[in-house]
């Protein structure tokens, strides 16, 4: 089974609109992190947002949210007001204790912000 | 500099060449990651260090590909007998150990295999 699943391979968006990207994800696990990473056309990888599985508190930093749903195991991406360079590959990812601290990324969505 | 430091940037190989791909991570992060991305696609695991112990390899995709962190520092990704397969972005990425700890990458070499 898929430890991280991104139903959308793509996403438009019109300028200064929120868009909410999906991310669910799959682990016995007790202790993990969630992360979301920006990847550019340049492509560096950016880090976004962090939420750990005993937060209660949905995460936020700037524009940028996680809509944190423990029971249904979903993390998903909320960014606010879209930006021309908000464009880029979004990556959901999760770092479990029991794997070792490793990261597992997601396929990731594209997300296209219009004018 | 502070960052993760990737090198070469890119590297253009003849199918059948040895490669050696060299990742410095942040000073002072225990762990450090290989990953391969294809084109479009998301980042690939594939081994993983704690310090100079290699805990996980098993996103290596043959026997070609073989990783070391002698030092518990600076790491190296050879690729042996290079295949068009091969052709890829490797990212490393470093941080420091839990998993609370957000993962620093580099910006990556581009291997191209002719």
């Known amino acids: 089974a898929q430890k991280i699943t991104q139903t959308q391979p793509g996403m438009f968006v019109q300028e200064k609109e929120a868009v909410t990207l999906d991310c669910t994800y799959d682990?016995?696990?007790?202790?993990?992190?969630l992360f979301w990473y920006k990847q550019p056309s340049s492509g560096e990888m950016i880090f976004l947002i962090y939420q750990g599985s005993y937060d209660e508190q949905n995460a936020t930093e700037g524009r940028y949210s996680l809509n944190f749903q423990k029971a249904r195991k979903s993390a998903n991406l909320v960014i606010s007001a879209s930006q021309l360079g908000d464009s880029a590959m979004y990556f959901c990812a999760m770092r479990e204790r029991d794997a070792g601290n490793m990261l597992t990324f997601g396929g990731g969505t594209r997300l296209m912000v219009k004018p | 500099g502070a960052g993760v430091s990737q090198s070469p940037r890119y590297k253009v190989a003849k199918r059948g060449q040895d490669v050696a791909l060299r990742c410095d991570p942040i000073?002072?992060?225990?762990?450090l990651f290989w990953y391969q991305q294809a084109l479009g696609q998301g980042p690939e695991f594939l081994t993983y260090?704690?310090?100079?112990?290699?805990?996980?390899k098993s996103g290596l995709p043959s026997d070609r590909f073989f990783a070391e962190r002698p030092e518990g520092s600076v790491s190296t990704l050879k690729i042996q007998r290079t295949q068009q397969e091969d052709s890829a972005v490797y990212l490393c990425?470093?941080?420091?150990?839990?998993?609370?700890?957000?993962?620093?990458f580099g910006s990556g070499t581009q291997l191209s295999v002719l």
């Open positions: 260090f704690q310090n100079e112990a290699q805990l996980d």
């Open positions: 000073s002072g992060h225990v762990s």
């Open positions: 990425a470093s941080s420091s150990l839990g998993v609370r700890e957000k993962l620093f």
């Open positions: 682990t016995s696990d007790q202790s993990y992190g």
